[in-house]
Structures are given as C-alpha cells and as structure tokens.
C-alpha cells in the first residue's frame, strides 16, 4: 500500500495496489500524441524502497561491513541533483515527494562546507537514431525536456538553490558521460573526491550518472529516498545495481548523520 498526500490538504488517501501516481515525465494515451504531463498540483508520494538483505549479507561478507564509505569529508563532497525541473514535476507524485529532501541534503551539505550542483537536460535536436528509437514526437520531447531560458530559471522553483550552488546542463543522459557537461571538470578544481547524487528519472539519468561518475574514481552515495523514478520496482532494482557495483545506497537521514559527522570532524581537527 502506498500513500498520495496532498500538502496543506489536510487529507491523506492510500491508493490500492495497481493504482499509481502518474510517472515522471511526459504521459501518452491511446490514440494520441504525448504531451507534456498533467499537473497534478500538490500531490506527494514516496517510494518503498529496498536494498535486500541478501544483497547486505553479500557486501558485509566481502569487505567486512554494509556500506562502502563510512566517512566523508564534507569539504570534499558534491552533492548532484539530476532533473529535477519542472517537466519531471509537474505530472509526478513521487519527484514532488523528494524534494524536501533533496532541500535537506543540500542545506547541510552547503553549512558544512561542501558544494550543491543542480543538473538540467540541455536541448539537443534529436538524433536520427533517437528519432528511430523513440519515433519522432517523443524524441522531440525529450529534448526540450529541460525547458528555456538560463540554467537556473529551468529548476524546479521549490528547490533551496543558493547564488554561489553550481547549475550545469548535460546533453546526454549522463552528467559524466565524457563531454555531456562541465560538471566533472568544475569538481574536479574543487578537489570533490565523493558524490552525493539525487533526482530523477532513478532508473534513467540517475543511474547512468552514477555508473559513469563511479567509473571516473568517484566515490559516489546514491540517496535512496532523494531519488523518483515511475515505478518502485524500477527504483529498486536501480538501488541494486548501484548498491553491488557502483556505490553506498543510503536513506537522507544517514547521509545527513554522515555530512554532520563530517562537519564535527573537521572543526575539531
């Protein structure tokens, strides 16, 4: 059972199994042309997410404990959020949902001294192949997914950006897939040796960031609930992946135990 909550509604209704709210992205009935998707105004859900316990017993039996990063300085870490505009959250329960903690990771992250990117898709004119695969008025969609004007007007207005957070855009699905953006080279200036990566699609950008910026020698956290996908198996089986091959799958309220951590470390050293 899941659970919508319409904020400021003073209401909380479950939805039946089977009955989801609508993904993010664009939305396509029968019969007709895809669309931007539907606003469903305030509406928030969050994911059930799961790392399996066999996947914990395998990682504790090969290296002697459940996560990989067990520490992290804060002035050495980035935290990257993927998508997160308002084509994705308008017609999406689930993006709305992570928000508030997307806003929490980078309030703390910013106080202690570590830096806040937000990533929006580029328009790229569809490919030939992309128009092959995706057919021509979806591909086309896709492309102004990040919406115009500058950078930091395309993000999601509910987001805690700061004048001095970097806002980068990406033209592949990657943020780190080699000449996507410049996101890699700005951190790598700033010597961010771990990343912090939430958004949207998990399953899609997210994910694709993960593996690219973990191959690069990144450490890099996924935020298991800062992250939107359209289903919760879709999501999940993203956490798996990630969780066996790539990197730490954590909830907000350990990442944040581990920036505070972090923080404490350094001003008493």
């Given at each position: ?51 399996e ?47 508030p ?29 992309d ?16 919406g ?53 699609v ?62 404490r ?5």
């Amino acid at each position: 059972m899941g659970i919508l909550r319409g904020r400021g509604s003073g209401r909380v209704a479950a939805y039946r199994r089977g009955v989801r709210p609508s993904p993010p992205g664009r939305r396509v009935c029968a019969g007709r042309l895809p669309t931007v998707p539907d606003d469903l105004g305030d509406l928030t859900a969050d994911h059930d997410w799961l790392v399996e316990d066999r996947e914990y017993a395998r990682q504790e039996a090969r290296r002697g404990r459940r996560h990989a990063y067990e520490s992290l300085d804060p002035g050495r870490t980035a935290l990257v959020v993927v998508d997160v505009v308002p084509f994705f959250v308008r017609g999406s329960a689930y993006v709305r949902g992570i928000v508030p903690r997307v806003n929490r990771v980078a309030t703390a992250l910013r106080d202690a001294g570590g830096v806040v990117a937000w990533v929006v898709p580029a328009y790229a004119p569809p490919t030939a192949k992309d128009r092959e695969f995706f057919g021509d008025a979806v591909a086309e969609l896709y492309a102004r997914s990040g919406g115009e004007g500058l950078p930091r007007s395309r993000l999601h207005d509910g987001l805690a950006v700061r004048p001095e957070d970097l806002v980068v855009e990406k033209i592949a699905r990657s943020a780190w897939f080699p000449g996507s953006s410049e996101l890699p080279a700005l951190l790598a200036a700033r010597r961010i040796d771990t990343l912090l990566v939430a958004g949207t699609v998990t399953n899609v950008c997210v994910e694709d960031t993960v593996r690219d910026a973990s191959t690069c020698g990144l450490r890099v956290i996924l935020v298991a609930d800062a992250c939107a996908a359209v289903r919760d198996r879709d999501h999940n089986a993203t956490l798996h992946v990630v969780y066996r091959s790539y990197g730490d799958v954590r909830p907000t309220s350990e990442v944040l135990d581990l920036v505070e951590a972090g923080r404490r470390q350094v001003a008493s050293s």
